[in-house]
């Protein structure tokens, strides 16, 4: 069964394709947009994949110049900071800004995907057909061939883009075609969604922060919900004495958090149903060059550039390929094949500096946010933004607070940890100049 020719195929219904979908049909595309799996507004979510993101301004920014900001945010709950639990002793609140009032947003996943696709849903020249899974792909004819119920179905487009996640059928079609290169850095980490009830219809925790239990070895983090509960988020190693294969028994699991995370053992009353039967979630970088093939067929967001979670970023970046995409059709004339390269151009960077600033957030949060020596340094960076505002930005504040390019904070950043170098070196030597003074002063 062959259907009718699109002038755009977007392959991949989840949030970059709703979106992109969006920005596309606003310029006046006709575009398909498809997806492997049934529509997820009749069904409900897989148990353990709900997981939380973290939106912040760059996702907010993309959603606003559709004017879906304030729909989404209806259903959000801001964190103005972590909330750090400690294994003995009460939890610690660090704040996300200097003021103290900039927040990122704990909102569904599936609640921001559903919202997505009802925008796309409603706009003329969008046409959205799940239950079609991607098995092949003719680059240079734009021809697909989907899997549905109803056996294979054959389409074509102009221009095919593929935004259907980190483990990309569009890619693996480029990667088959021998049009392209990639890596996949897996970590020996996984992750297994958790969950805390509201506790006599209340949160059971403040809800106006990501909390987060820092053990070395080992993170679990808890974002709110509207309903008032809170989904949390285990990282453990995959595979050793300490990891999610080492804990096997009702008792065990229960043993493990007693001594590992008192605080929450009492507020998990379905801790260990979840954990025993909620999955392993993988993680990774993926890379990949080059992200399109002679104008006709692209990759965008995860397809493209998958990252790990630990800077709350992934949703928000691929927001933000949508955005520059869209800059780059609006300065091509909508010519897709200037557009496409030089969307890659622009992005590039920007996805290997978050992808790094990721991993490099994981080892914060997993080993640091807890150390006397992490909380005095957040200090004195907080006591420099006050004294030299908008010339002292902290990396965090950049990325989760501004637009600016992902490269360009990581440019900055360093120089300014230069500047703080020499400064420091320079009262050292000044204090030290002044030690010597005072002790000549006393011999004489």
Known sequence: MTQERDEIAVVGAGLAGCLLACFLARRGHRVALYERRPDPRAGTTERGRSINLALSERGLD?????????????????????????????????????????????ISRGALNNALLAAADKLPGVRIAFDHRLVGLDPAAGTMTFETPRGTVTAGA????????????????????????????????????????????????????????????????????????????LFWPTHGTTSFASLGSPAAIERHFAQHYPDLLPLAPDLVDDYQHNPVGVLGTVRCDPWQVDGRVGLLGDAAHAIVPFYGQGANCAFEDVVELDRCLDECADDWSTALPLFQQRRQDNAEAIARMALANFVEMRDKVASPVFRTRKRIEHALERALPDRYVSQYELVSFSTVPYAQVRRRVRRQYQVLGVVAAGVVAALAGAAVALGRGRRG
Request: aromatic share 6%.
């Open 62 to 106: 993309a959603l606003r110049r559709i004017g879906l900001d304030e729909q989404v945010m209806v259903d959000a709950l801001p964190m103005r900071g972590r909330m750090v639990h400690p294994v003995v002793g009460e939890p610690g609140f660090q704040s996300y800004s200097v003021s103290g009032d900039r927040a990122i947003n704990s």
């Open 158 to 233: 102009q221009v095919v883009l593929g935004t259907d996640g980190a483990g990309s059928a569009v890619r693996g079609q480029l990667l088959e075609h021998g049009l392209l290169t990639e890596s996949v850095d897996f970590l020996d980490y996984g992750y297994k969604e958790l969950t805390i009830p509201p506790l006599g219809g209340e949160f059971a925790l403040d809800p106006g922060a990501l909390h987060i239990w820092p053990r070395g070895t080992s993170m679990m983090i808890a974002l709110p919900n509207p309903d008032r509960s809170f989904t949390c988020t």
